[in-house]
């Protein structure tokens, strides 16, 4: 069964240092990935996709097939960053997402 | 342009009643989503439209959940006799997939349902 681990529910960084938050997932197939954030009263958004190789707000996320993660790093945390951030694993091009139980991200100045 | 809107917002039901959460996609949005968010976990997924065919069900909870596209645009997602297990954020989701790629999904506010 798929799976999406997101083993840090809250991740607390100063204002200027990395931050990195952890996902891991379990699919026998090859799933698209994202990151997708949810900021203080509002809707949840796309923050990036693994698809489009983008950087997004500083962030970026790799694809390791090998130990089946998706990690989301960014090299200097901003207070904006603070949020609630979900990765989520999309089986076919068309179809539900699987999402982890999302971390909370806290940047303190 | 307007993005996917959900009414009501809040809703609070005694338990047994019955209610009905709606949703507004994107206009020409072919795919709708719904999903259930309780409370400290990710959202999970209820079921899925492309324009009013519902291709998938596998994760409606119980048969007491039931949803409707009718016309493939506003969909709505409604519980029968409600239990305390139903609360949560019931979030609906619409993107316009194109053959072969991976379409971003757009999330409405959601409807806050609390059953006492």
């Known amino acids: 069964a798929q799976r999406v681990t997101q083993p840090e529910k809250l991740l607390s960084v100063f204002k200027g240092a990395p931050v990195e938050l952890k996902c891991n997932y379990s699919?026998?197939?090859?799933?698209?990935l994202f990151w997708y954030v949810q900021y203080s009263r509002q809707r949840l958004q796309l923050l990036l996709r693994h698809i489009s190789r983008e950087s997004i707000k500083g962030f970026t996320a790799d694809l390791n097939k090998g130990e089946t993660s998706f990690h989301l790093k960014k090299p200097f945390a901003q207070e904006e960053d603070s949020a609630m951030y979900y990765c989520a694993l999309q089986p076919d091009s068309w179809g539900k997402l699987q999402f982890g139980a999302g971390t909370q991200v806290v940047v303190t100045p | 342009g307007a993005g996917v809107s959900q009414s009501p917002r809040y809703k609070v039901a005694k338990r047994g009643q019955d209610v009905a959460l709606r949703c507004d996609p994107i206009s020409g949005h072919v795919s709708l989503f719904w999903y259930q968010q309780a409370l400290g976990q990710g959202p999970e997924f209820l079921t899925y439209f492309q324009n009013e065919a519902q291709l998938d069900k596998s994760g409606l909870p119980s048969d007491r959940f039931f949803a409707e596209r009718p016309e493939g645009s506003v969909s709505t997602l409604k519980i029968q006799r409600t239990q305390q297990e139903d609360s949560a954020v019931y979030l609906c989701a619409s993107s316009s997939p194109k053959s072969g790629s991976w379409d971003e999904q757009f999330f409405g506010p959601g409807t806050r349902l609390t059953v006492l």
């Open positions: 699919y026998s197939g090859s799933p698209e």
